[in-house]
């Protein structure tokens, strides 16, 4: 899938900017504050219907204007056009695909596959369990719409049996033990579901880290992701070890009124050969894990969607040695399409470029070609 | 400017319904006191006689204008098969099939802890009382398949198989007369977790 082009109507500091892209690399150059990554939370916008850090869509309003406006043009087998725009008197955001209204975000969702590498994924290799959950889980939700559906359920499931187990604490009503069970059973159901899938998962994308790892490091290191949920488990006896687990918990279950046993409390480990990189992990170590982290998520979306995503990469080759920058840009000759934002010309020269890659400079909201 | 108090109380009274909002409400009061006054009246007085006349049936909740409804008092149905629906509109949905002839069961509901249904504040007692003629053999269960109809399936199911009925579920899956290729994936993905021997 290729981008072709964006348009941008008071998209923060972008007043009116129509960019057009190569199918290679497209790398976009400007100071702090001058609206280069404006660029990739525009495309993260068409891809998505969401904003790349999360925030409020009025925020992404420029600061004089009501409204902002985002056109793009994909090109896959067919041509797709997709426009967003946002009203600040209305407060409400509008999808068009085609020119047809799209009113849920699901509907999008897959359509245009999109990896991201930014500032923010240190948090995957050095933060708690919750943010290598979030990265799985996204992967996954992205691959399967039946992963999606399941995962939604079992927080449903979560937020439905904790509002019991609080009950039961505050009223003592024996007749509620009765729907626990019931409450219990679809936990374990459609945990074990979503455990089986993660096992599964894990087993698939472990290859393409190594691979990404040594594309990028060319040492022997290994890396290896470990699944770690609330035992050892194999594949078969899921729900029965889960149904033993939650047995031994039940009473701190009603004493805390917590879910204690579950796939949201499951972890993932990085290692690099055999050490954990948490614990053990030099800086570098740990940079590398996290761009090959991404380059894994690019070729598994690639294979099991068999649609090929955009790569954004924010701001990554400033602070990286030479000999990791031109590896890394060797490597996005096999990628596709990317766009790789830079604050400046560091590293720059020694990049590995193709003929029709596009430098693209940005200063203050308004874009020149290089 | 102020708004005449009729007028605002129309509004307010309609904006009180399902997928009504203030503006929506705002349209069909001035609609309303647009319209031919003969049409107000019997949109008024189908309402009231929709509080009046029709009511809950005694024995299934179905909705009814007798005390007991017409599926529970016809000859025609097997008696002895009992379909279970959170709603009265699923038995509409239901019949409309023509593939059912028992009779049915309105929960008026399912299990959700978080907006505080439980047991108590469903229709069960009264369905277990149903079994006491020993006419019911079967319960089909017809919930919902989201999170809290599958377990209200599961509650039911563990409470009532112990009195020696015979329990099942509705099959749930592939829309029929589709295609495979155009159901949408969690649909398949859903079918295919769940499919039966054959
Ligand atoms: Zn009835």
């Given at each position: 899938m290729i981008l072709k082009s964006i348009e941008l109507k008071n998209f923060r500091l972008h007043k009116d900017s129509v960019l057009t892209f190569s199918e290679n690399l497209n790398f976009i150059v400007g100071g702090n504050g001058q609206g280069k990554t404006t660029i990739l939370e525009a495309i993260y916008y068409m891809c998505t219907t969401k904003s790349l850090n999360q925030s409020p869509d009025i925020e992404s309003v420029n600061f004089e204007e009501k409204f902002f406006e985002i056109k793009g043009q994909f090109e896959d087998l067919t041509k797709n056009r997709i426009n967003i725009n946002f009203n600040s008197d209305v407060g409400k955001k509008a999808v068009l695909l085609d020119e047809k209204q799209i009113f849920r975000a699901a509907d999008i969702i897959g359509k245009f596959p999109v990896v991201t590498l930014i500032q923010s994924d240190h948090e995957i290799t050095q933060g708690s369990p919750g943010e290598r959950r979030k990265f799985v889980d996204s992967i996954i939700s992205q691959a399967s719409e039946t992963y999606l559906k399941i995962f939604i359920d079992y927080n449903k499931t979560l937020r439905q049996r904790s509002s019991l187990l609080n009950q039961i604490r505050e009223t003592k009503n024996p007749s509620l033990y009765s729907q626990l069970d019931a409450w219990t059973s679809t936990l374990i159901k459609t945990g074990s579901e979503i455990i089986r899938h993660r096992i599964k998962f894990k087993n698939e994308f472990n290859e393409y880290v190594k691979n990404a790892y040594q594309k990028i490091m060319n040492t022997i290191e290994t890396p290896d992701i470990s699944y770690q949920t609330f035992t050892e488990i194999e594949d078969k006896n899921i729900e029965e070890e889960f149904a033993k687990e939650l047995n031994k918990k039940k009473e701190l279950e009603l004493i805390r009124a917590k879910n204690l046993v579950g796939p949201h409390r499951d972890d993932f480990i990085f290692n690099v050969n055999n050490r954990e990189l948490r614990r053990y992990g030099s800086q570098g170590q740990h940079k590398t894990f996290q761009i090959a982290l991404r380059f894994a998520q690019f070729f598994y979306m690639k294979d099991t969607m068999g649609r090929v995503p955009i790569f954004l990469m924010d701001d990554i080759f400033g602070e990286l040695d030479t000999y990791r920058a031109k590896k890394i840009s060797e490597y996005l000759k096999e990628v596709g399409q990317s766009f790789i934002t830079m604050t400046d010309f560091t590293n720059y020269s020694d990049l590995v470029k193709l003929e029709n890659d596009k430098l693209i400079e940005v200063e203050n909201g308004t874009v020149t070609y290089v | 400017m102020l708004i005449p108090e009729p007028l605002q109380l129309v509004i307010d009274e309609l904006s009180?319904?399902?997928?009504?909002?203030k503006k929506t409400a705002q349209r069909l009061a001035l609609h309303l006191l647009k319209s031919d006054k003969e049409m107000v009246k019997s949109l008024a007085k189908g309402l009231i006689d929709l509080k009046e006349k029709i009511q809950f049936c005694e024995v299934c909740f179905n909705i009814s204008v007798a005390n007991i409804c017409e599926i529970c008092t016809s000859q025609k149905r097997d008696r002895s098969k009992i379909c279970v629906v959170e709603e009265a509109s699923d038995i509409i949905a239901i019949e409309r099939t023509n593939e059912f002839d028992g009779l049915y069961h309105v929960l008026g509901g399912v299990l959700s802890p978080l907006s505080g249904k439980g047991v108590e504040d469903l229709n069960i007692k009264e369905l277990l009382k149903r079994f006491e003629s020993n006419e019911v053999e079967e319960i089909i269960l017809a919930l919902n398949p989201d999170t809290e109809g599958e377990t209200t399936s599961l509650y039911m199911a563990k409470l009532i198989k112990p009195l020696g009925l015979k329990v099942s579920r509705i099959a749930r899956g592939l829309p029929i007369g589709g295609d495979l290729e155009f159901a949408d994936d969690a649909t398949i993905g859903r079918a295919v977790i769940s499919r039966i021997d054959i």
């Open positions: - | 009180k319904l399902p997928s009504i909002g």
